[in-house]
């Protein structure tokens, strides 16, 4: 099956700074979106992003299918954006597969 | 729009008693649900998926008679943990995806329930 490997395992930012997150797979996928698990558990989408760019306010993420990547931006990092980080990748008629995470940790 | 519920939130046990978890699409008709667990400070692990009036489909190594996984509606999918015992204690989180192509084809996450078994 498809391994899904997320870098780095742990970020601790100061608030403001701004960071990459990586997801790598080793497989074509068809499907591929980023989540946000808070303190409390819920995961929150962020992208749905099987190829190309997109953005949503200080969040951006691209997908470069072909080399079987995709990156997270995250902007002027705010404390609120603490948690976890989980990139969940999908073969064609496959269940998501889903990185270990990264920890993020956002001082004030 | 896209919101998914589960309940109870958290729920404490004893060993050998069954607990039910539910899991509703508000907003969305859900064609397939995803049964997830998590133990801490790790990802999550897909348990089984369930279309609309079918049987789940278990992933490998999950006993189907003791996770009982019944997807009544396309907005209810129901879990039942048989008796439990401790090593079942973790955080269990329902999906919901709408139809191929549709607008809800994502997957969308409930809270989570966390399950302490004593």
């Known amino acids: 099956g498809i391994q899904v490997e997320q870098s780095p395992p742990d970020l601790i930012l100061q608030e403001g700074a701004n960071s990459t997150l990586r997801c790598n797979f080793s497989?074509?996928?068809?499907?591929l979106q980023w989540f946000h698990q808070n303190p409390w558990g819920q995961l929150i989408n962020l992208f749905y992003?099987?190829?190309g760019t997109k953005q949503n306010g200080r969040l951006s993420a691209t997908t470069v299918a072909t080399e079987r990547y995709s990156l997270l931006y995250i902007s002027s990092s705010q404390t609120t954006d603490s948690g976890v980080y989980f990139c969940?990748?999908?073969?064609?008629?496959?269940?998501?597969?889903f990185g270990p995470g990264t920890r993020l940790s956002v001082l004030p | 729009g896209a919101v998914v519920s589960q309940h109870p939130s958290w729920v404490i046990c004893k060993s050998g008693t069954s607990v039910k978890i539910e899991c509703r699409s508000l907003?969305?008709?859900?064609?397939?649900m995803f049964w997830y667990r998590q133990f801490p400070k790790q990802s999550l692990m897909l348990m089984a998926t369930?279309?609309?009036?079918?049987?789940?489909?278990?992933e490998q190594g999950v006993e189907k008679d003791k996770f009982l996984i019944n997807h009544a509606s396309l907005t209810l999918s129901t879990l039942t943990v048989t008796s439990a015992h401790p090593e079942d204690s973790s955080f269990y989180i329902c999906?919901?995806?709408?139809?191929?192509?549709?607008?809800?084809?994502?997957?969308?996450f409930g809270p989570g329930t966390r399950l302490t078994v004593t």
């Open positions: 999906s919901a995806r709408g139809p191929y192509g549709g607008a809800t084809y994502e997957q969308y």
């Open positions: 497989d074509s996928v068809n499907n």
């Open positions: 992003i099987p190829s």
């Open positions: 969940a990748v999908a073969g064609y008629g496959q269940n998501f597969v």
């Open positions: 907003d969305f008709q859900a064609t397939t």
């Open positions: 369930s279309n609309e009036g079918s049987k789940a489909t278990y």
